[in-house]
């Protein structure tokens, strides 16, 4: 590797572990997905810790980073500073650590425009629900029901 393409995606690093400690550690669902909701931002998904994670990295970096990053056929990755990014969040499983990343084809081009393409995955203690599934209530009727497909 040379210090010219070390030189390229050690700036984003640098900010990004300047940054990212900025991030809450704790969120809470009901407020988590409230400011989804206000944002219009995939607040309806299941999934919303991985998407408040998306919404916050993107927020903290605004000034630093462009949203969306380059294009590769289907796959447009998350962010780009000097290379492209894509951000991730994972259920912490104790039997399973695997995460899907997006398309190889994408990131194989990523790279060979850029020399690089990075990753930032967050690995999150989810706590779904009670035993009385109280959130998943809650967030059923704030989303109007669940939708009935024919």
């Not at 590769?72 to 969040?89: G, T």
């Not at 912490?92 to 398309?103: F, R, T, Y």
Request: charged content about 35%; hydrophobic content about 35%.
């Amino acid at each position: 590797m040379t210090k010219a393409f070390q030189k390229i995606y050690s700036e984003d690093i640098e900010i990004l572990k300047k940054e990212m400690p900025k991030l809450p550690k704790e969120w809470e669902g009901k407020h988590c997905v409230m400011e989804l909701k206000v944002a219009d931002y995939n607040w309806r998904q299941m999934e919303w810790w991985a998407f408040y994670f998306e919404y916050k990295v993107k927020d903290l970096l605004k000034d630093k980073f462009s949203f969306p990053g380059d294009r590769y056929n289907n796959v447009c990755f998350d962010l780009k500073r000097k290379i492209n990014w894509d951000l991730k969040a994972k259920a912490i499983k104790s039997d399973e650590h695997k995460v899907i990343l997006n398309d190889k084809c994408a990131m194989d081009m990523s790279i060979e425009k850029l020399g690089y393409h990075g990753e930032i995955i967050a690995m999150c203690d989810v706590e779904y629900n009670d035993v009385n599934r109280t959130f998943q209530k809650w967030h059923t009727e704030l989303k109007g029901g669940n939708l009935i497909m024919n």
